[in-house]
């Protein structure tokens, strides 16, 4: 499986945007970026993903670069519910089911 | 909503018992999962099942075994338990829908100590 390498922690204030980074150097081409997060007490939930274009939903958008060598989760408001652990994961799209989960980042939000 | 529902939050065990950790989805999905969370290790698979009677070996499935006589239900069994199984044990299940992507939907998980 390919790795994925995150800051360990991040700190943001409510009401502004937060970008996570997340590298993939090893990345292949049928590797689709995945992003869950985890809250406080709670099993992880799914974010966003995407392969080569930018996407956007409800919760947030994934920037992927030109070279998909590295993306951007971007939360363009935070607030306080948004404190948790975000994990950036590469997965085969048809492949094996299994999700490989790093270290995450864990994102504090600053009222 | 949908759901995944875990037997219990917090379990209490001693050493050499045998553990059953059960796992109930209502989303009609095929994949079920159990993973477990340490700290420093994050989030590693144990086994998981793509359908009603099967299992699949993940990465770590050494000390546990599981069952799935039931399309909605997936129990993770420690045969003995040891010190070293302490940890948060989660569940999840997905369905795998060919061309679409299929997200996991994860439990509130159970923080087993084995004593």
Known sequence: DAKT???????????????????HSTISGTDYIHWYRQLP??????VIHGLTSNVNNRMASLAIAEDRKSSTLIL????????????????LFQGAQKLVFGQGTRLTINP | DVKVTQSSRYLVKRTGEKVFLECVQDMDH??????????????????????????????IPEGYSVSREKKERFSLILESASTNQTSMYLCASSRPVAGVYNEQFFGPGTRLTVL
């Open chain 1, 5 to 23: 390498t995150q800051p360990n922690s991040m700190e943001s204030n409510e009401e502004e945007p937060v970008h996570l980074p997340c590298n």
């Open chain 1, 41 to 46: 007490s709670q099993g992880p939930e799914y």
């Open chain 1, 76 to 91: 363009h408001r935070a607030t306080l519910r948004d404190a948790a652990v975000y994990y950036c994961i590469l997965r």
């Open chain 2, 30 to 59: 095929e994949n079920m999962f159990w993973y477990r969370q340490d700290p420093g290790l994050g989030l590693r698979l144990i086994y998981f099942s793509y359908d009603v009677k099967m299992k699949e070996k993940g990465d």
